[in-house]
């Protein structure tokens, strides 16, 4: 009751006090948080009927099946959103797959290499693929190498395969709704002009906190950002070490994975920093 | 609320901004794409939770969808001077490709192009912009010109207006910028 009370004083004072341009503001990140999760929905729900469509692949005897869902997930023509249903499978595969492949399929999608050809032509490309395979190579070692995967159990029966299906969903929806509460206090705060002359380092936490669609982040950085290694830092770190990202690991894969898979990431960038 | 509440609420916010417009205004994906998911959502749904509870989140779910077109996405802050490649065919958007082939291209010659208005303020000179948007609205961009109004300009924000004048490039802050000299503004319908 005390919390309750405490809360509802507290937003009555917020709202007694707020400066001119709150509610503005308020409206303005309510419609980027309600835009992120229209925009994902499609592609959450696709890649969840992916995954239950992939969950049944696995369940035959195939001896290549998890190389195939590894492949599927790269080769997805929609955006990242859809990586929530097909990391449920991988978490199955072999580590090293598994984390190979979920981050080359964040950093360099055929969806977002396209756009970022248009947006900045072929060298730029080039480097972008280099440093997702940089970072995906990476991961694939470290995660070789830590902790054993936390493993969903088979779908042997109709009820529990419904159940799997659904909670994916809404674990997918969830991390898609928590993300894009961090994008739009991001972009809320973040001075404009702060942006345009960004250090790469900088450019990674902003890509990492505003966690954009892969198939936007090029058209942001070639906006928002001026240096060419702060823009493809920006791109990196928005697919490889982005709040989005970051949760899904940590729920298919535990919190040393995640932890593994950022380092990975931070790598790369550093590494896109220095020799892009 | 169940796993299953929160998607009959989510999915019936999304079949409503799919309905109400706001899906459009927010998204750059075929509404009718937001409508399957929404949809797909609460058919799902419905056979995890009781139908009262059920009921309850579709209700609140359109409620949300409903209030959705309030919510209006913020104007443009800071507006680029690069379009970006494959966009559609508007004055302004050509306008700003000649310019990055060949900055002196409208060089002491009368320039006209339409988009949003944004008066200057304290840190900024007033615009003429465009949105564009590759997947939502919180990740789109607005590039564009900055103006300088013959004789102060009326036209209030978000306005569309056609803006007609000589254009200047300028460096501010380290950056080129291209801004429309002595110009004028008037009101124009959007496309």
Redesign the interface.
Same mark, same amino acid.
């Given at each position: 009751v005390r919390a309750r009370l405490a809360l509802a004083c507290a937003l009555c004072f917020a709202c007694a006090k707020a400066p001119p341009d709150a509610f503005?503001?308020l #409206? /303005?990140s309510?419609?980027?948080? #309600? #835009?992120? =999760?229209?925009?994902a929905?499609?592609y959450?729900?696709?890649g969840a009927f992916a995954a239950g469509m992939s969950r049944r692949l696995v369940n035959r005897r195939w001896r290549h099946k998890h190389i195939a869902v590894a492949l599927l997930a790269v080769l997805n023509p929609g955006?990242d959103c859809a990586l929530n249903g097909f990391a449920g499978v991988l978490a199955r595969a072999r580590p090293s797959l598994a984390g190979f492949a979920l981050t080359l399929a964040a950093a360099a999608s055929p969806a977002s290499l396209a =756009?970022t050809y248009?947006?900045f032509g072929m060298r730029m490309t080039i480097a972008r693929t280099a440093c997702a395979f940089i970072a995906a190579a990476l991961t694939a070692i470290a995660w070789s190498s830590v902790g054993p995967t936390s493993t969903v159990g088979p779908a042997d029966d109709k009820h529990r395969h @419904?159940?799997n299906?659904?909670?994916d969903?809404?674990a997918a929806?969830?991390g898609v709704a928590c993300a894009?509460a961090a /994008?739009?206090a991001a972009?809320a705060f973040a001075p404009?002009?702060a942006?345009? @002359?960004m250090a790469p380092a900088a450019a990674a936490l902003f890509g990492a906190l505003?966690s954009?669609?892969s198939?936007?982040?090029p058209?942001?950085a070639?906006?928002?950002l001026?240096d060419a290694r702060s823009q493809l830092v920006f791109m990196l770190a928005s697919q490889c070490l982005d709040v989005r990202q970051m949760l899904l690991v940590f729920r298919h894969f535990g919190m040393a994975r995640m932890a593994a898979a950022a380092a990975c990431a931070a790598g790369a960038c550093a590494a896109a920093a220095i020799f892009a | 609320m169940s796993?299953?509440g !929160?998607?009959a609420f989510?999915g019936s916010a999304?079949i409503m901004?799919a309905l109400d417009g &706001?899906?459009r205004t927010?998204? &750059?994906?075929p509404p009718a794409?937001?409508l399957? !998911?929404?949809a797909?959502?609460v058919l799902?749904?419905m *056979? &995890?939770i009781a139908w009262r509870a059920f009921a309850l989140a579709v209700i609140a779910g359109a409620c949300a969808g409903l209030w959705?077109p309030? !919510?209006? $996405?913020?104007g443009p802050?800071?507006v680029?001077v *690069?379009a $970006? *490649?494959?966009h559609v065919a508007a004055d302004l958007f050509e306008a700003l490709d000649m310019l990055d082939d060949d900055p002196s291209a409208f060089n002491r010659r009368i320039i006209s192009v339409s988009g949003t208005w944004t008066p200057a303020n304290a840190?900024r000179a007033a615009t003429v912009s465009r949105r564009?948007m590759?997947?939502?609205? !919180?990740?789109a961009?607005?590039?564009g010109f900055d103006v300088a109004p013959r004789g102060g300009a009326r036209v209030r924000p978000g306005a569309w207006v056609r803006v007609s004048g000589r254009l200047h490039v300028r460096l501010r &802050?380290?950056?080129m910028r291209y801004e429309i000299d002595d110009a004028a503004v008037r009101t124009a319908p959007a496309p």
């Amino acid at each position: 009751v005390r919390a309750r009370l405490a809360l509802a004083c507290a937003l009555c004072f917020a709202c007694a006090k707020a400066p001119p341009d709150a509610f503005t503001v308020l #409206s /303005a990140s309510i419609a980027d948080w #309600s #835009s992120i =999760v229209l925009a994902a929905l499609p592609y959450v729900v696709c890649g969840a009927f992916a995954a239950g469509m992939s969950r049944r692949l696995v369940n035959r005897r195939w001896r290549h099946k998890h190389i195939a869902v590894a492949l599927l997930a790269v080769l997805n023509p929609g955006c990242d959103c859809a990586l929530n249903g097909f990391a449920g499978v991988l978490a199955r595969a072999r580590p090293s797959l598994a984390g190979f492949a979920l981050t080359l399929a964040a950093a360099a999608s055929p969806a977002s290499l396209a =756009v970022t050809y248009a947006a900045f032509g072929m060298r730029m490309t080039i480097a972008r693929t280099a440093c997702a395979f940089i970072a995906a190579a990476l991961t694939a070692i470290a995660w070789s190498s830590v902790g054993p995967t936390s493993t969903v159990g088979p779908a042997d029966d109709k009820h529990r395969h @419904h159940k799997n299906n659904l909670d994916d969903l809404a674990a997918a929806l969830g991390g898609v709704a928590c993300a894009g509460a961090a /994008a739009a206090a991001a972009k809320a705060f973040a001075p404009a002009e702060a942006l345009a @002359h960004m250090a790469p380092a900088a450019a990674a936490l902003f890509g990492a906190l505003l966690s954009p669609c892969s198939t936007a982040d090029p058209l942001l950085a070639v906006a928002l950002l001026r240096d060419a290694r702060s823009q493809l830092v920006f791109m990196l770190a928005s697919q490889c070490l982005d709040v989005r990202q970051m949760l899904l690991v940590f729920r298919h894969f535990g919190m040393a994975r995640m932890a593994a898979a950022a380092a990975c990431a931070a790598g790369a960038c550093a590494a896109a920093a220095i020799f892009a | 609320m169940s796993v299953g509440g !929160a998607l009959a609420f989510a999915g019936s916010a999304a079949i409503m901004a799919a309905l109400d417009g &706001a899906a459009r205004t927010l998204t &750059a994906a075929p509404p009718a794409l937001t409508l399957c !998911a929404g949809a797909a959502l609460v058919l799902l749904s419905m *056979r &995890a939770i009781a139908w009262r509870a059920f009921a309850l989140a579709v209700i609140a779910g359109a409620c949300a969808g409903l209030w959705l077109p309030n !919510a209006a $996405p913020s104007g443009p802050r800071d507006v680029g001077v *690069r379009a $970006p *490649r494959g966009h559609v065919a508007a004055d302004l958007f050509e306008a700003l490709d000649m310019l990055d082939d060949d900055p002196s291209a409208f060089n002491r010659r009368i320039i006209s192009v339409s988009g949003t208005w944004t008066p200057a303020n304290a840190r900024r000179a007033a615009t003429v912009s465009r949105r564009v948007m590759s997947c939502c609205a !919180a990740d789109a961009i607005d590039v564009g010109f900055d103006v300088a109004p013959r004789g102060g300009a009326r036209v209030r924000p978000g306005a569309w207006v056609r803006v007609s004048g000589r254009l200047h490039v300028r460096l501010r &802050a380290g950056d080129m910028r291209y801004e429309i000299d002595d110009a004028a503004v008037r009101t124009a319908p959007a496309p």
